[in-house]
């Protein structure tokens, strides 16, 4: 069926350089990434008949003035926004200017954080809905109400005002069979215009599996959006995918953006093995575990075009890395990043300060144990409670949360965060100053510095990622965040 009804669903205007689809938002220095998952609902949406009109108005360099202008010369009676816990305010002005603007238009909320607090975020904004958790079939049955004027109370995966209350839907079930959606559509998104130190340009992003089943406590996409049960895409699908996405885009590299791509371990041999035998050679990243891979397996995806891996150490400590239930040890770690090396692939490695049990003790332990791994790249940021994970119910639960939150202490102009539970030993400042002292310690060892420079001979994106470690160390010093 084919409906004469427009949806316009985007990622809309905030900083000129902010990711929203990413486990943790964030304001960056020059990394933008492809909104892919909007990418694949709006695709379904095209799919099921609708005129739809994707837009990625971070990477357009739309401010909200001209943003709103582009919905209205549309003229859609369905605006879907992708949202996020830092951009959540500035999102919600954007609701109320469409809806000043066009008369009878329902705007609709996905992403994280609507999606973990749904009756918050529709009594803290003008939003007709929300879209709780996976909503590729939801914005769907949406569109679908919209045009038929009925309302939303028989879609699951919804909450909708109701006169002065919200009302929350049943759950919708996660979408098992991943091959029944169509592909992202990405002739509407500036592709060339996307950046990462980590990615030659132009690159894109490719799904394989979606969810994880890792429990981290910190991490608010399986909890808030794809749950805990991966689910895979057959990897000739994939294989297809990016073959045709290369040649299409004259992509660079690529990165496969699953939460954790190195879950199960066929997948990821059938994939590269299938990447080997169409001669496939574009070189790629990869989120991973360290506790998910073995000698034969790293060939495997280094002779397929892996280069390097993202990593969560999170912690030089032993019981506060079981408190976050990450499920490994320090020993694994050490394993992972020996075989790495032995390979050849280079490693990024994400190490977090400001646990509830933090320590002077703890935090020289997670410094003296990033040195002794050594990964190629390394970053140090202070731990910060999102919305919807047991992070956040643990710490509200104790009473480190306070009842009223301003949302914009998640990000500053300056790409800070502020600190938006109360640390029991450690201010906002004494952990912003730690943190830049463990960005300067790791970085300006000579020892680092010279394989560094060694590195530096063999590319100019390597020459590319040093700037990048070098513009990391000194950034904390730049300015001081504001009361």
């Keep these: ?41 709006a695709a379904n949406l095209k799919k099921n008949g609708f005129d739809v009109k994707l837009v990625d108005a971070i990477a357009e ?38 809806k000043k603007s066009i008369k009878g238009v329902k ?9 973990a607090l749904p009756v918050r ?36 995966g919804v909450a909708f005002r109701l006169g002065k209350d919200v009302i929350v839907n049943e759950p919708r079930e996660l979408i098992e069979d991943l091959a029944s959606l169509p592909r992202p559509m990405l002739d509407q998104l500036p592709v060339g215009k996307y950046k990462d130190t980590l990615l030659s340009e132009p690159f894109m992003f490719f799904i394989t599996t979606r969810g994880c089943p890792y429990k981290c406590i910190y991490c608010n996409w399986p909890k808030t959006m794809f749950g805990n049960k991966a689910r895979y895409r057959d990897p000739i699908d994939v294989v297809d995918e990016v073959e045709e996405v290369i040649k299409k885009y004259d992509l660079k590299t690529y990165k496969f953006f699953d939460d954790t791509f190195t879950i199960k371990r066929d997948h990821v041999k059938a994939i590269c093995r299938e990447l080997i035998k169409r001669g496939i ?20 995806m280094k002779e397929s075009g892996c280069y390097l891996m993202k990593v969560g150490v999170e912690s030089g400590n032993q019981e506060i890395l079981d408190w976050t239930k990450k499920g490994t040890t320090l020993d694994v770690m050490r394993k992972f990043f020996k075989l790495t090396r032995k390979v050849g692939i280079q490693t990024f ?77 450690y201010s906002r400042d004494e952990l912003r100053e730690i943190s830049s002292k463990m960005w300067k310690e790791y970085y300006l060892r000579p020892k680092y510095i010279m394989r560094r420079l060694v590195r530096s001979f063999t590319s100019i994106d390597e020459i590319k990622r040093n700037i ?10 730049k300015k001081k965040l504001e009361d």
């Design 107 to 115: 705007v609709v909320f996905g992403g994280p954080h609507a999606s």
């Design 281 to 300: 050679n574009t070189p790629w990243i990869c989120n991973a575990r360290a506790d998910k891979l073995d000698e034969e397996m790293l060939r495997l």
């Design 1 to 41: 069926m084919v409906y004469s009804m427009k949806v316009y669903i985007a990622n809309p205007p905030f900083f000129n350089k902010f990711n929203r689809q990413v486990r943790w938002s964030a304001k960056t220095s020059g990394a933008l990434h492809p909104p892919i998952y909007i990418a694949y609902a």
């Design 349 to 425: 490695a994400s190490f977090m300060i400001g646990y509830p049990q933090e320590s002077d003790e703890s935090i020289k332990q997670t410094i003296d144990f990033a040195k002794e791994l050594g990964p190629d790249m390394a970053q140090f940021v202070i731990l910060q409670p999102l919305p919807g994970t047991p992070l956040w119910d643990e710490l509200e639960k104790s009473g480190m949360i306070p009842k009223e939150i301003d949302w914009s202490k998640y990000i500053t102009n300056e790409g800070y965060v502020d600190l938006v539970f109360e640390h029991p030993l």
């Design 121 to 156: 975020t529709l009594k803290e904004s003008v939003a007709d809905g929300v879209c709780i958790r996976e909503y590729d079939i939801t914005v769907v049955e949406v569109a679908k109400a919209v045009s038929k004027k009925k309302g939303f109370k028989e879609i699951k």
């Design 468 to 477: 990048y470690g070098v513009k990391k160390v000194f950034r904390y010093n």
């Design 61 to 98: 360099e739309m401010d909200i003035d001209s943003f709103v202008k582009d919905v209205v010369k549309f003229k859609p009676e369905l605006v879907i926004l992708e949202t996020s816990t830092p951009s959540i305010m500035n999102d919600s002005k954007i609701a109320a200017k469409i």
